[in-house]
């Protein structure tokens, strides 16, 4: 007994000692970090301890914590038997698998059509556009699909007017919402996500066109038999990546489309975890159960983000951004 | 033979017509967006809505929006969350890469427990929470404050810093230089570039940041310009009249329509001013390098 408390003391005097000299050294440098680390401990890890009014009747916040009600998993088994968690899981897995399915392949094409444009001109100025769409915010994307199709004055409804036909509702149309979210997940992504395309296409090495030129073959087949194998382990790691990320609808996107934090009109084919946190959260202020609906969604999540990444490590060379 | 190159000029053809179609469908909104702006009302009513012609041009919207309280306090506020928090943002976002460039001791503790947040988070609730017990709810500064270090700069800018050799330093620690002014007197100028990227990609994320507002501030007067015209949007989609939006009293005249979209103008109009410096910035290859691992 003495024996191992000895030893213990010893290991801890030594950590200390470490800790000491390390300070002695570098002291400024670790003084450089404080306020980031304060930020990191305020702003995120404090809320991680703050989860745990997902398994309390939550009144009382933090300190007085155990004051409150225990509760266990009551508040996961009723969000998992409650009729939202199918409709949300099944607009969750919809949403994004559609965009993960028709819109990824996008920006891998534009960014191989990018390559055929010889004129330098022309390709910078295509360029410039499609990358615009990704540093607007969704309120502003929204603004403008409102001033497109807006059933009063929209531009296309009043394009269909003077051609004789019916006006199209698609602001508020539940059988529209998952194809316009797509349609303008695509718009807005389209060209940000062809810059990798096209960064790994300038990466391979100029002699394998110059010995298939050699060999005869044509743009088409240096297209189809260099460029395409070349970016396709790109493409299958952002593809593995983006389905860890099943779960993470685009917030803002949704909220948005959905027509604002305040409408209703689409939650039938819209609601997806984040929407249902927010709403249950704070519109209603049911604390304790939207926290675990927002934990079950985390844990999930991760546990996909991590496998998802370890498959990419294996299989494709993926090296992470750790 | 020659039929193939016939194949190749068609379909060279076809690919300049499809990549001209998508930029048409990214140009067309915005022009039909900014000329219904410097539209009258009365004109876009009469054309029964966007005009794709020009009919006639005032600065009635445009003043109108200016002579609006809501949305010049709304355009303040974002103007003040996003040059101040751009400013704490690089500069603690910096502070925190520099050390961690360097081997330290907890280097690596401190650097996984900074990743970790990226993979995982407490949720909007304890969020809302916390920042409710410290008093941070219904200010400018909860929209700051969340956002104050991006563990993705933070990883970019310590990689960016690494590659910096520590020579360099070494003759101003001997000098008796303190950290503190060899970062922000050797090392900044050094990594110009990157802290450029980072502090423009900042200035956008701020500048777009309209949710956490929704979410922390209750008080609509202490909206920053993006959630108003959200609140805008969201009006007249529940009406679909326009008559709906803002305080209806002060605009008996006004430009309903053509209001919303020189709003609209209004916020996307200082993204387009910096976009040509931030194309310059990340064509340079600082954020590819970072997606590309």
């Known amino acids: ?322 | 033979m020659i039929t193939n190159q016939r194949k190749l000029r068609v379909s060279y053809i076809i690919i300049n017509m499809l990549l001209i179609l998508l930029a048409v469908t990214i140009v067309v909104p915005f022009y039909m967006v900014i000329l219904s702006s410097f539209t009258k009302e009365t004109d876009l009513v009469k054309h029964g809505g966007m005009l794709f012609i020009p009919q006639s041009i005032t600065l009635e919207a445009y003043k109108t929006v200016f002579n609006e309280n809501r949305i010049i306090t709304a355009f303040k506020n974002s103007l003040f969350i996003t040059l101040t928090g751009t400013f704490f943002h690089v500069l603690i976002t910096s502070m925190l890469a520099y050390p961690l460039s360097k081997k330290l001791r907890y280097g690596k503790v401190i650097g996984f427990l900074i990743y970790f947040t990226m993979l995982f988070n407490g949720g909007l609730i304890p969020t809302f929470l916390l920042l409710k017990r410290i008093n941070l709810l219904n200010t400018l500064w909860v929209i700051i404050v969340v956002g104050l270090v991006s563990p993705y700069h933070m990883i970019l800018l310590r990689n960016f810093f690494a590659e910096i050799p520590g020579e360099i330093e070494e003759s101003a620690l001997i000098d008796g230089a303190g950290r503190f002014k060899i970062l922000f007197k050797m090392i900044f100028p050094l990594s110009l570039p990157a802290i450029a990227t980072i502090g423009l990609f900042t200035m956008v994320f701020y500048w777009n940041n309209w949710l956490n507002a929704v979410f922390f501030i209750p008080d609509k007067s202490k909206w920053p310009l993006p959630t108003i015209l959200m609140l805008m949007l969201q009006n007249s989609l529940r009406t679909q009249t326009p008559e709906d939006i803002v305080s209806i009293e002060d605009m008996a005249s006004v430009p309903a329509e053509s209001l919303k979209y020189a709003t609209l103008m209004v916020t996307t109009v200082p993204i387009m001013l910096v976009y040509p410096f931030l194309q310059k910035y990340f064509a340079k290859g600082i954020i590819i390098g970072a997606v590309k691992g």
């Open chain 1, 1 to 322: 007994m003495k024996k191992t408390s000895g030893y213990c003391a010893a290991v801890n005097k030594n950590r200390q000692n470490k800790f000491i000299k390390e300070m002695k050294k570098h002291g400024s440098l670790y003084l450089l970090m404080v306020p980031g680390i304060l930020y990191f401990i305020i702003i995120r890890y404090l809320p991680m301890w703050g989860i745990s009014i997902a398994f309390f009747d939550y009144k009382v916040w933090l300190t007085n914590l155990f004051d409150n009600q225990w509760l266990g998993l009551e508040n996961f088994r009723s969000f998992i038997q409650s009729p939202s968690f199918t409709r949300i899981l099944r607009n969750t897995l919809g949403i994004t698998g559609l965009k993960l399915l028709i819109g990824s392949p996008f920006p891998l094409i534009l960014a191989l059509m990018l390559n055929e444009i010889t004129q330098k001109a022309t390709k910078r100025v295509i360029q410039t556009i499609t990358y615009l769409p990704h540093f607007l915010s969704w309120v502003i994307i929204y603004g403008l699909f409102f001033a497109m199709f807006n059933q009063t004055y929209g531009a296309v409804n009043n394009i269909l007017v003077h051609l004789g036909l019916d006006k199209i509702d698609i602001l508020t149309n539940k059988s529209f919402f998952w194809q316009t979210l797509l349609a303008s997940h695509i718009w807005k992504n389209i060209g940000w996500g062809s810059i990798i395309y096209l960064a790994s296409i300038n990466s391979i090495p100029t002699n394998l066109y110059e010995s298939a030129s050699i060999d005869g073959a044509n743009r088409w087949q240096k297209t189809c038999h260099i460029t395409i194998p070349s970016v396709l382990p790109v493409f299958a790691i952002l593809f593995i990546l983006a389905l860890g990320r099943i779960l993470n609808e685009d917030f803002q996107q949704v909220l948005m489309f959905m027509g604002g934090p305040d409408a209703v009109y689409m939650t039938d084919v819209g609601e997806v975890f984040e929407t249902y946190v927010f709403r249950v959260g704070l519109v209603e202020a049911r604390y304790s159960y939207a926290t675990a609906v927002g934990i079950f969604k985390s844990i999930v999540g991760l546990i996909l983000v991590i496998n998802a990444n370890r498959i990419a490590k294996k299989y494709f060379n993926y090296r992470g951004a750790w």
